[in-house]
């Protein structure tokens, strides 16, 4: 099968490679989708901290955020997955170690991640296999454009409910990137009154063009009482704000990661009354997030900008924007395109 390949920082190609087979416990999908996240890129440029950790090493195939159709199942697995439609949780754990067995296998010390971490390869190919309990079935309704933004949308969901937003609440999300918008969206349908700071115009123009108004630079942020902020920057000096800009006894979320170490004065966070909370994983918000799109609660389909295919991930990654690519902020791979 065809599959992309990364080989070393800005070194990949598309390389014919052997066709997963299902082994026992695991299934082998077809992908639809695939989404490139953030983190893809930092694996291009070198910079993702699992590789200087001894998390990852290259040659490695990478892709997370996917959907696709089962096409085999192994040994032990019900025949019942195989033609149904699925996405898949990233974070593998071990099965047996204590946070596994309390359901937190998300932060399993031994844990694999699709296309990230213990050397599981990911879903830039034409087929993936994952472990049948890794897998979620998606309705009809939930398509693969939906499917691959299930596991995005996990990560914000959980940052939402974190954040304890109730009806009439006022949330300020930082970052209008994929997960910053897709956090905006479960905020907005949650009945909160959302506000977005940014630094780009045409990302907060994209913003106020999906309906959030109230959409800001640092500079402009208007002096409001925010009831919770969430934190979905790459800027080090945000997370320190978030919490300068919080009400007392509010909340703040941070489910996004800068490239270098961010500080926070814990006195602030005592005296203010401040929960803080850190967001890691989609895994236990992924079937939330299905029903979410499944019932059109939240509809994330704009933020898709371009579908390529797997030669074209190379120059995505590099920072290249597809021709004729629309104004959101994700690119989506099939990787059946020729």
Same mark, same amino acid.
């Given at each position: 099968?065809?599959?992309?390949?990364?080989?070393?920082?800005?070194?990949?190609?598309?390389?014919?490679?052997?066709?997963?087979?299902?082994?026992?416990?695991?299934?082998?999908?077809?992908?639809?989708?695939?989404?490139?996240?953030?983190?893809?890129?930092?694996?291009?440029?070198?910079?993702?901290?699992?590789?200087?950790?001894?998390?990852?090493?290259y040659?490695m195939?990478?892709?997370?955020?996917?959907?696709?159709?089962?096409?085999?199942?192994?040994?032990?697995?019900?025949?019942?997955w195989v033609?149904?439609r699925?996405m898949?949780?990233?974070?593998?754990?071990?099965?047996?170690?204590?946070?596994?067995?309390?359901?937190?296998?998300?932060v399993?010390?031994?844990?694999?991640?699709?296309?990230?971490?213990?050397?599981?390869?990911?879903a830039?190919?034409?087929?993936?296999?994952v472990?049948?309990?890794?897998?979620?079935?998606l309705?009809?309704?939930?398509?693969?454009?939906?499917?691959?933004?299930?596991?995005?949308?996990?990560?914000?969901?959980?940052?939402?409910?974190? +954040?304890?937003?109730?009806?009439?609440?006022?949330?300020?999300?930082?970052?209008?990137?994929?997960i910053?918008?897709l956090?905006?969206?479960?905020?907005?349908?949650?009945?909160?009154?959302?506000?977005?700071?940014?630094?780009?115009?045409?990302?907060?123009?994209?913003?106020?063009?999906?309906?959030?108004?109230?959409?800001?630079?640092?500079?402009?942020?208007?002096?409001?009482?925010?009831?919770?902020?969430?934190? +979905?920057?790459?800027?080090?000096?945000?997370?320190?704000?978030?919490?300068?800009?919080?009400?007392?006894?509010?909340?703040?979320v941070?489910?996004?990661?800068?490239?270098?170490?961010?500080?926070?004065?814990?006195?602030?966070l005592?005296?203010?009354?401040?929960?803080?909370?850190?967001?890691?994983?989609?895994?236990?918000?992924l079937?939330?997030?299905?029903?979410?799109?499944?019932?059109?609660?939240?509809?994330?389909?704009p933020?898709?900008?371009?579908?390529?295919?797997?030669?074209?991930?190379?120059?995505?990654?590099a920072?290249?924007?597809?021709?004729?690519?629309r104004?959101?902020?994700?690119?989506?791979?099939d990787?059946?395109?020729?």
């Open positions: 099968m065809r599959a992309f390949v990364l080989s070393a920082p800005g070194e990949c190609s598309v390389q014919d490679v052997p066709a997963p087979v299902a082994v026992p416990g695991e299934v082998v999908v077809d992908v639809e989708r695939v989404g490139v996240c953030g983190t893809d890129v930092e694996f291009f440029t070198g910079e993702m901290a699992y590789l200087h950790e001894g998390h990852s090493s040659p195939r990478l892709g997370h955020e996917w959907s696709g159709r089962v096409a085999a199942v192994g040994d032990g697995v019900d025949r019942a033609g149904r699925v898949g949780d990233t974070m593998l754990g071990d099965g047996v170690c204590r946070r596994c067995r309390k359901g937190q296998q998300h399993c010390e031994h844990r694999q991640e699709v296309g990230i971490r213990g050397g599981r390869p990911g830039l190919a034409e087929q993936l296999a472990p049948a309990s890794s897998l979620h079935a309705p009809d309704s939930v398509d693969a454009v939906l499917g691959a933004l299930v596991e995005p949308g996990g990560n914000s969901l959980r940052a939402v409910q974190a +954040a304890g937003l109730r009806a009439g609440d006022r949330a300020l999300v930082l970052g209008p990137g994929t910053g918008l956090v905006a969206m479960f905020a907005r349908a949650a009945g909160a009154e959302v506000h977005l700071m940014g630094r780009g115009e045409n990302s907060l123009a994209f913003a106020r063009s999906l309906g959030f108004e109230h959409s800001w630079t640092e500079d402009t942020l208007p002096a409001l009482p925010f009831d919770a902020v969430i934190d +979905a920057s790459n800027a080090a000096h945000l997370p320190a704000l978030a919490l300068d800009l919080v009400e007392p006894a509010g909340r703040v941070y489910v996004g990661l800068a490239g270098r170490p961010s500080r926070v004065d814990t006195r602030t005592a005296l203010k009354d401040v929960t803080a909370v850190g967001i890691l994983s989609a895994s236990p918000g079937d939330d997030t299905i029903a979410a799109y499944a019932d059109g609660a939240v509809d994330p389909r933020l898709v900008a371009a579908t390529v295919g797997l030669e074209q991930v190379g120059a995505v990654l920072g290249e924007r597809p021709e004729g690519a104004p959101g902020p994700k690119i989506h791979v990787p059946r395109r020729g």
